[in-house]
């Protein structure tokens, strides 16, 4: 199967492109470096030419200051609707969040954006697979709620489910290759907060920077909205395992 990876040099992109290819099918990984640029369109149909399923695993970013991160993600997932539409791509596995539809987040525009994304894409008319993903455990590594200083780190107090973003790869090509299109929500066996995590992830590797903990930019991310519901997919590793994963490889 001929499979398009949006997004395909980013954290969970690059995951799904490998695991793609393993199986045996053959990838076009789709990004800024390869000449295909969601927010303008640019290339896209070039590089969808033959494709039989798109995995848009992107996190569209704005080109300039005079376009907002809202505007980047709507006009992408526009761009990449109408691309496949063209292509007559069979069908599109779109990579979202838990829990994105909760009142708590109707003023954080991210959440917003990628509501609008979701709605872009199940009216498409095209076989569509929506594949909402809780926080990842990577996120304690790099992500705008976490800030690593010379000195210390700094991390939002959220309350996450996190889930591995290898586990996530597996869900995407899974619901691209399966014979019937679903949706499905997932999230990790374990609830924590994010500090905690930083902390037990520097203790493990030896790193004894303090974690400076902030408050989110809503409730909503620390009194447990973010958490998994009935319905949810729950996939592993734990904390413990995550951790104990990450560090034998970077040792």
């Known amino acids: 199967m001929r499979i398009a990876v949006v997004g395909g040099t980013g954290t969970a992109g690059s995951r799904v492109a490998a695991l793609a290819q393993e199986q045996g ?24 030419d033959g494709v039989q399923v798109a995995i848009d695993a992107s996190s569209p970013t704005p080109p300039d ?8 993600v709507v006009r992408s997932a ?28 109707d003023t954080f525009s991210y959440y917003v954006a990628k509501r609008d994304q979701e709605e872009t894409v ?8 929506v594949v909402r993903s809780a926080q990842w455990f990577e996120f304690a590594e790099r992500s ?20 591995a973003v290898d586990a996530v790869a597996e869900v995407l090509v899974r619901e691209a290759t399966r014979r019937r299109a679903q ?6 066996p374990e609830a924590v907060r994010l500090p905690d995590l930083v902390r037990r992830l520097l203790a493990a590797r030896g790193d004894a920077r303090p974690v400076i903990v902030v408050e989110p930019p809503l409730p909503g991310f620390g ?3 973010l958490l998994a519901g009935p319905g949810m997919e ?18």
């Open 223 to 225: 009194n447990g909205a």
């Open 78 to 105: 526009r761009n990449l609707v109408h691309a496949c539409v063209d292509a007559e791509v069979r069908r599109l596995v779109a990579l979202s969040i838990a829990n994105v539809e909760k009142p708590d987040f």
């Open 25 to 48: 099918h053959d990838v076009v990984v789709m990004s800024r470096s390869s000449g295909v640029d969601l927010v303008t369109g640019a290339g896209l149909a070039e590089a969808l």
């Open 144 to 163: 705008s709620a976490v800030s690593y200083e010379p000195d210390r780190v700094t991390a939002q107090d959220w309350y996450v489910q996190p889930i």
């Open 122 to 129: 199940r009216n498409s008319g095209l076989e569509v697979s």
């Open 65 to 72: 200051e005079s376009m907002s991160r809202f505007d980047a």
């Open 183 to 188: 949706d499905v929500t997932i999230a990790g």
């Open 234 to 251: 729950i996939l592993g590793p734990n904390v413990a395992g995550w951790i104990a994963g990450r560090h034998s490889r970077l040792a």
